[in-house]
């Protein structure tokens, strides 16, 4: 058989794979479709989506900022802090169970895994799911929210030290160990001046989601802007709900600007 036959037949059998992946995921969504019970478009959707879009248009700016009560400007800057916070507990969380689930760091298989199997665990985990459970041990408010967040976040940091900690060099590691320095040694000086940009750099990738996650569970009661989101539009007051909407927009984009522009600097 020529070069040319066999080189044919490795393209058929490949479109032949292809072809199966893609029919199995037809099959798939076919069946997931099915499964869906379609009872219409309810009456009111049409007057709702309306509203929304005369709030967008003709939003209430007298809820921006009020002297007297709350206004969206507390509410942004609630959901900033609570932002803010998760992140730090996340950082002070994910460092060591980070290194825990490094293997080149670790002396076996065993300990790297269950290192891994421990942020496994916490990734699987939705912020919300902990903001309601949260909210059970110390009540409704911004305080659960802020630990659904630093709990919730630690898992996917963790995963992603552990990853730059993998990726790193280990000469300037080995250079310290062979000149007596122990372990303490070998992390400060040879582990983090290499990890310390990559750490930073998935960590505001990071709060950039905590900054998004920190609005939403505001409609269960964690706290934020999404408690005076989920009031307005329990009271149909569309043109609050379009003004507290921009204000979200704003900020989520102002924070990705930011985050993004020092993640360029440091990488």
């Known amino acids: 058989m020529s070069q040319r036959d066999q080189l044919k037949k490795a393209r058929a059998r490949k479109r032949g794979k292809i072809a199966l992946i893609l029919i199995g995921l037809i099959a798939i969504y076919v069946w997931a479709i099915s499964g869906i019970e379609f009872r219409g478009i309810q009456e009111t959707a049409g007057p709702v989506t309306k509203n929304i879009l005369k709030g967008f248009i003709s939003p209430d700016w007298s809820y921006v900022y009020s002297p007297d009560g709350e206004d969206l400007i ?28 490094a293997k080149n760091l670790s002396k076996s298989f065993i300990t790297s895994q269950s290192g891994k199997g ?81 750490f930073i750099s998935a960590t505001l990738y990071r ?16 706290g934020g802007v999404g408690t005076a989101l989920i009031f307005a539009i329990q009271g149909r007051s569309w043109d609050r709900v379009g003004i507290i909407l921009i204000g979200i927009v704003v900020v989520v984009l102002i924070v990705d600007l930011l985050s993004s522009a020092l993640r360029k600097k440091i990488t």
């Open 207 to 222: 709060f950039e989601i905590n900054m998004r996650s920190a609005a939403t569970l505001g409609l269960i009661g964690a």
């Open 74 to 101: 507390r509410g942004l800057l609630e959901t900033l802090a609570i932002a803010i916070a998760g992140i730090f507990l996340s950082i002070i969380l994910a460092v060591p169970v980070g290194l825990w689930a």
């Open 118 to 198: 421990v942020l496994s665990f916490f990734r699987t985990l939705p912020d919300i799911i902990l903001a309601l459970l949260f909210i059970k041990v110390v009540g409704p408010g911004a305080f659960a929210g802020m630990l659904a967040l630093g709990i919730g976040a630690m898992g996917m940091l963790g995963k992603l030290y552990a990853e730059e900690v993998e990726a790193m060099d280990p000469g300037p590691v080995e250079s310290i160990a062979a000149v007596g320095g122990n372990k303490l040694q070998q992390l400060a000086f040879g582990v983090i001046p290499q990890v310390l940009p990559g």
